[in-house]
């Protein structure tokens, strides 16, 4: 069965203080890996796409690795305004018209000052 | 560009009503498409649509309706509401599908907070 697991399910840092997010994921056949960056009351804000192992996006203090079995978001030196619901979702062959994607259940990030 | 523009915000439905969410999109995307949040699960799509005129049913389509006369806009109807479709309700729209199935990614609206009492 395709699946998306995210880690931690909260994670609180310090400013300043370098971390990471995992997304590990079980799909037949990945199309694709987003990363999502949610505030509260808010709809997800998309910041990355991975198609392929190896493959690294960067984007000011956020970049995201892929693997063929997980992906990892790495936040350096964050700071509060960083503060939100990271979300994955992944992309997967499922042979119908329209590929299947699926999400995870995020991983809530709280930066402290 | 305003994006995804979705309406109301919030709503509060009594169990058997009616109501319609409103979606709407200005960047020409082909596809659309309804999701829901809840706590402790991931957004789950309801209904999507690859085109106007063209819907087809996602993993938990039950008890909503949907329909695409414009490529502008998607409503997703709600029969008669149900305690358990108290939750957070996304539209989203994408460009249309790339060649060897690699999809652009989903542009999604703020979203409308529904109860069902």
């Known amino acids: 069965e395709d699946q998306v697991t995210q880690s931690p399910e909260a994670l609180r840092l310090q400013e300043g203080e370098s971390s990471s997010l995992n997304c590990s994921y079980t799909v037949s056949g990945l199309r694709g890996l987003f990363w999502y960056r949610q505030d509260p009351g808010k709809g997800p804000e998309f910041l990355f796409t991975?198609?392929?192992a190896g493959e690294e996006k960067e984007k000011e203090r956020l970049k995201a690795t892929l693997t063929k079995k997980e992906s990892f978001l790495h936040i350096t030196a964050p700071k509060p305004e960083d503060s939100a619901t990271y979300l994955c979702a992944v992309q997967a062959r499922n042979g119908g018209a329209t590929n299947k994607l699926i999400f995870g259940t995020g991983t809530l990030l709280a930066v402290q000052p | 560009n305003a994006g995804v523009t979705q309406t109301p915000k919030f709503q509060v439905l009594k169990t058997g009503q009616s109501m319609t969410l409103q979606c709407a999109q200005d960047m020409n995307h082909e596809y659309m498409s309804w999701y829901r949040q809840d706590p402790g699960m991931g957004l789950r799509l309801i209904h999507y649509?690859?085109?106007?005129?063209?819907?087809d049913q996602g993993e938990v389509p039950n008890g909503y309706n949907v329909s695409r006369s414009t490529t502008e806009d998607f409503p997703l109807r709600l029969l008669s509401a149900a305690p358990s479709q108290t939750s957070v309700y996304f539209c989203?729209?994408?460009?249309?599908?790339?060649?060897?199935?690699?999809?652009?990614?989903?542009?999604f609206g703020n979203g409308t907070r529904l109860t069902v009492t």
């Open positions: 991975l198609y392929s």
């Open positions: 989203a729209s994408r460009e249309r599908e790339k060649t060897h199935g690699y999809n652009s990614p989903l542009h």
């Open positions: 649509s690859v085109g106007a005129g063209i819907t």
